[in-house]
């Protein structure tokens, strides 16, 4: 089965486009892998508004472990499986918190076996920041990303105002990259990313 895995930073909207993707795509009930750290497994199953809920905090590194669930998608006249695996987001430096550094671990330990990484930035960041071209984690997913393979950035909060110079300062930032503005809130364009999602499956 192919992986794909949601990388990005902090508060970036990962967990929640993880869930409203999987609603899109015609899901109905979510069957959660949760995956910590420490290798201890846990299982759920939740509606796609208790998995909201639940799952999707305002607060950065809201997420400390590795969340997936299987995808059934049409590819063609066949039906395919697909883990899409959502993820701690990752800073640059070391974080204070021993849970959130070993969910960061995780994350990259995992991205390495990745079919695809889906990387999530936030429109809104991007705009507020004062220099599209100073480093960061960002950076660094994206150089890393694309040594080895499948690699999409979603600009996320499309449905924010002010949220078309974020996407300019992407697009700017990583010029000839594949990229999509979405919003993981309502829905926004996930049409465009479920056609290269299926090109994965």
């Given at each position: ?16 486009f ?60 066949a ?19 021993a ?32 220099d ?43 010029p ?26």
């Amino acid at each position: 089965m192919k992986r794909l895995m949601i990388i990005g930073r902090p508060a970036v909207g990962k967990t929640l486009f993880l869930i409203n993707f999987a609603a899109h795509m015609g899901q109905k009930t979510l069957r959660l892998v949760i995956e910590r750290p420490d290798h201890r497994v846990e299982s759920v199953v939740l509606a796609p508004e208790e998995a909201r809920a639940r799952l999707v905090g305002r607060t950065g590194h809201f997420t400390r472990s590795v969340q997936s669930l299987v995808l059934d998608l049409r590819k063609g006249k066949a039906r395919v499986q697909v883990e899409l695996e959502d993820t701690p987001g990752l800073d640059l430096g070391i974080h204070p918190d021993a849970e959130v550094r070993k969910g960061m671990a995780q994350t990259i330990r995992k991205m390495r076996a990745a079919d695809l990484v889906i990387h999530i930035v936030d429109a809104l960041q991007l705009a507020a920041s004062p220099d599209a071209g100073s480093p960061s984690i960002d950076m660094e997913i994206a150089h890393f990303a694309l040594t080895r393979g499948g690699y999409i950035i979603l600009v996320n909060k499309m449905d924010i105002p002010g949220a078309q110079a974020g996407l300019e300062k992407a697009r700017a930032l990583f010029p000839g990259q594949l990229m999509v503005g979405i919003s993981a809130l309502t829905g926004l364009n996930f049409r465009q990313v479920a056609r290269v999602v299926g090109r994965y499956a």
